[in-house]
């Protein structure tokens, strides 16, 4: 908020000095006292013995008329604004939200906590969370509000490059605390003896539990200095200290199988994922690959322009990948910008975990019959959501359209059904980690691909 200047300007004080009259400067009208009258108009000089009609007033000054006009124009512009904002208080906004009444009554809230709440507060925290509540309140599970040093951080993994210590967590929902879900080969938390499944207690002594999982992730990066991570595992605690370092994401592996079969897992969709996308096709396709199997199994998505990327590398060039549509029905299509097509069988293992952009790729794919899909039904997540910056450096993220496979499938809530299906419980899932031939749903992969070869 800005402060308003009240240094204004004043006049200078004047003394309104009587310098004669006509009497004095004509002794011949004081002595008949026949004087003429004394008029002065607006515009002209003051005279004295003249009839006013023969006194014509002067035009006003080309600077004088422009600087009334300037001033007339600022006046109007600020009584539209002030009424507009008076509107827009008393009257609501579109949301259909009262700001009056949200105004009156968030002021009696901030009076009751400054006179009887215990503890100290943070009013930059309390700020965040009106803004995080009134998101929250548009009931859309998608939807975020984001600070400065949040939105900062999205971005930063969005790019697939940061400053860390190369561990993907997650936050038990039963007792809050931070759990390593997955570590980088070869980063610093693996070269430090951190484990998948690990339960991080605290962060330089800070309880995890209580930070929750946006601060604890904070607290990490906070600087490129090590961290102490207090953990729990197998009833066993301990502290490891961890250097940071910069990572790069490794959302894409690839191998070569057996009969030429290619294999590329993706995990997930950020700004370099089609980067290595193009990185193990082209190293398959030098190995002699015949065939591909892209697992997009539990991974959720991410960002729509890598998953146009990796689709084109399939779709011939200027055919539709996929269209959004509006809460005004403005349709939005996505073409294939593609200068290589990929001409060879292709078969997609997904499961019920595969959400979002791995369901563009798949019902894309699906649709044109390029490639097989093979596993479970998906997720069923057919909604797009946008990120858009705030002034102040924070953000906001919503639902804004739906989005339609090329033959016009509506998936939302619904999931794409597989070609094949082949379901596989838990457990199966957990041994197959171990030993690719329990993997049933990789296994009928090869089978499909073995009669295409």
């Known amino acids: 908020m800005m402060e308003r200047n009240n240094n204004e300007m004043e006049p200078e004080n004047t003394e309104n000095t009587d310098i004669g009259s006509p009497a004095a400067e004509n002794p011949s009208a004081g002595d008949d006292g ?40 600022l006046v109007v512009a600020v009584g539209g604004f002030v009424v507009g904002q008076v509107v827009l208080l008393f009257a609501g906004s579109g949301s259909g939200v009262n700001n009056f009444r949200v105004m009156t009554k968030l002021s009696m809230l ?117 961290v102490v991570l207090t953990v729990l595992r197998d009833s066993e605690t301990m502290e490891i200290t961890v250097d ?25 969709f950020v700004e370099n994922t089609s980067e290595q996308f193009n990185e193990a096709l082209t190293s398959l396709s030098e190995e002699g690959m015949t065939s591909l199997i892209i697992d997009l199994r539990d991974n959720g998505g991410g960002l ?14 200027e055919k539709l990948i996929v269209y959004t549509e509006d809460k005004n029905g403005s349709r939005t299509e996505y073409n294939s910008d593609s200068v290589d097509v990929l001409d060879l069988p292709v078969v ?9 952009a791995s369901e563009i790729m798949t019902g894309c794919l699906k649709d044109y019959g390029i490639a097989t899909v093979v596993g479970e039904t998906t997720y ?5 959501q946008n990120i858009m910056p705030l002034p102040d450096g924070s953000a906001v993220k919503m639902t804004v359209s739906k989005y339609y496979t090329p033959l016009g499938n509506d998936i939302h809530e619904v999931g794409i059904t597989p070609d094949i299906t082949v379901e596989m419980s838990d457990e199966e899932w957990a041994a197959a980690q171990d030993d690719e031939t329990k993997d049933t749903q990789l296994q009928e992969a090869y089978r499909v691909l073995s009669g295409k070869n």
């Open 110 to 226: 901030e009076a009751y906590v400054d006179h009887f709440f215990l503890n100290d507060t943070d009013g930059e925290h309390l700020e965040d969370y009106i803004y995080k509540g009134y998101i929250a309140g548009l009931d859309d599970p998608y939807a975020a509000y984001y600070n400065a040093e949040e939105y900062s951080q999205l971005m930063e993994e969005d790019s697939g490059e940061y400053v860390g210590i190369g561990v993907t967590v997650r936050q038990d929902a039963d007792t809050g605390y931070v759990v390593v879900e997955q570590v980088n080969k070869n980063g610093p938390a693996y070269n430090a003896g951190v484990q998948a499944d690990d339960v991080i207690m605290a962060v330089d002594g800070e309880d995890t539990s209580k930070l929750g999982l946006q601060d604890t992730v904070s607290a990490i990066k906070k600087d490129k200095e090590p």
């Open 34 to 73: 026949d004087r003429n009258p004394r008029y002065v108009y607006p515009g002209q000089e003051e005279t004295t013995g003249r009839d006013p009609e023969d006194v014509t007033p002067k035009k006003p000054g080309r600077w004088t008329s422009r600087l009334k006009m300037a001033v007339l124009l």
């Open 244 to 268: 940071k370092s910069q990572i790069v994401m490794e959302t894409v592996t690839w191998e070569m199988k057996e009969n030429k079969i290619g294999y590329i897992a993706v995990s997930q």
């Open 348 to 356: 997609l293992l997904v499961n019920e975990n595969s959400a979002s």
């Open 304 to 317: 729509l322009t890598a998953c146009l990327d990796m689709v084109s590398r399939f779709v011939p060039d």
């Open 380 to 384: 069923g997540k057919g909604i797009v």
